[in-house]
């Protein structure tokens, strides 16, 4: 058998979300140990959080540059960290674990501001380092299954991409750990809800349709009086080779829970994924009745079939998804390289920065269109 690769993680300590997500998306196929951490800046709470999840004392540690420095020191250090930080604590880890010659697997959006993306972006190119990020929802099964099919020509050339990400947790203003990081524009950056889940959304349509936007129209809106950040974006694209497209993110739309969809139409037929029932396809040629493809089911493509770990009608979701990016950055982390293995990287997570950029400078001149 393969020895588990060694994971350490930056943030993610007691009473944090993503961080406990991470952990079980790395558990689940058996690639990853985790074993050293810095959950958090206060000393007492890293040692509590660490124990509880069976760290080390000596590998417990509560300032990032400490543990990266002696990491990279050690014969048994780790082989990549995991930072689950909020957006303005992204870059200085990810910066330090990559000059410590450490492979970095990083949450989104890549940064809080452009400048701190581009130092990233910067130090992954110099330390020539995996850099992975947790775009995951471009994880799921029959996600990869209709990149496939959109490449292969299957619904002919892309002609209207829409796509949105609804939720309602925001609708009232609300204070708790989850909620007052990503409304204050010193630890999520410029951006709210666009860059909370708009990056997901916009990752997901350039993901799928292997296409790429060069101008956008915006309007962010705070609907929640006094709140500082966005809550609702609607977003018109223009993408290379022609292609239209519409976005809108909102956190104040009663009634949904995390309603991702997508839907992407070209000149021979459409395809329609959504996120709250992400084991189905719909695929329908123009002319033809619609197609229900499923997880694992008839008519899968190689890639859609290639990270399934239960049979048809047997549910995958959200936490298997997330696990698929951390099996393929374990693959690509023991042989060096990324070939077949499509997961959103520098890049992706350049892009992103770039995107919630234009949509704040466009709304703030009156949704004027914006180049990227």
């Known amino acids: 058998m393969t020895a588990k690769l060694r994971l350490g993680m930056v943030g993610g300590g007691q009473g944090a979300f993503i961080g406990g997500v991470h952990r079980i998306a790395a558990r689940i196929d058996g ?8 959950l958090s800046s206060n000393p007492e709470r890293a040692r509590a ?15 990032f540059n400490e543990m990266a420095r002696a990491e990279a020191a ?25 000059n410590a010659g450490i492979n970095v697997i990083c949450d989104k959006p890549l940064a809080a501001t452009t400048e701190d993306a581009e130092a990233v972006a910067a130090a992954v190119k110099a330390s020539g380092r995996h850099f992975i990020l947790t775009h995951n929802y471009t994880g799921y099964p029959l996600t990869r299954q209709a990149r496939e099919m959109i490449a292969a020509g299957d619904i002919g050339a ?30 999520s950056g ?10 997901h959304a916009y990752n997901l349509a350039c993901f799928v349709t292997g296409l790429k936007a ?8 705070a609907f929640v009086e006094g709140r500082r950040l966005d809550d609702n974006v609607n977003v018109m694209l223009r993408f290379e080779g022609g292609a239209k497209g519409m976005l809108w993110a909102s956190q104040v739309a009663v009634g949904n829970e995390n309603a991702l969809r997508l839907r992407v139409y070209g000149s021979k037929g459409g395809l329609e994924w959504d996120q709250e029932t992400p084991n189905v396809l719909r695929f329908t040629p123009f002319g033809e ?11 899968g493509t190689a890639d859609g079939q290639a990270n399934l770990r239960t049979p048809g009608g047997h549910p995958e979701g ?22 077949g293995a499509p997961l959103p990287g520098i890049e992706d997570g350049l892009s992103g920065m770039r995107f919630i950029a234009a949509c704040i400078e466009s709304s703030g001149n009156d949704s004027a269109w914006t180049r990227l």
């Not at 009745?289 to 008519?299: E, I, K, Y």
């Open 190 to 199: 410029g951006g709210g809800a666009v860059g909370d889940i708009g990056t």
């Open 49 to 63: 959080s660490a124990a509880e999840l069976g760290i080390a004392e000596d590998r417990a540690y509560s300032d």
């Open 74 to 98: 050690r014969e048994d250090g780790i082989d990549a960290v995991a930072i689950v930080t909020p957006n303005h604590m992204h870059a200085a880890p990810a910066i330090a674990f990559l």
């Open 318 to 339: 959200y936490l298997e998804a997330f696990a698929t990016i951390y099996a393929n950055a374990a693959a690509i982390i023991r042989d060096g390289s990324r070939a």
């Open 289 to 299: 009745p619609p197609r229900l493809l499923t997880r694992g089911g008839a008519g």
């Open 31 to 38: 690639e990853w140990d985790l074993v050293a951490g810095a």
């Open 158 to 187: 892309v002609r209207v991409v829409q796509v949105e990400y609804a939720q309602d947790w925001l609708t009232e203003e609300v204070h708790n750990k989850q909620a007052d990081w990503r409304t204050d524009p010193a630890k």
């Open 214 to 221: 060069n101008a956008l129209a915006a309007d962010l809106t």
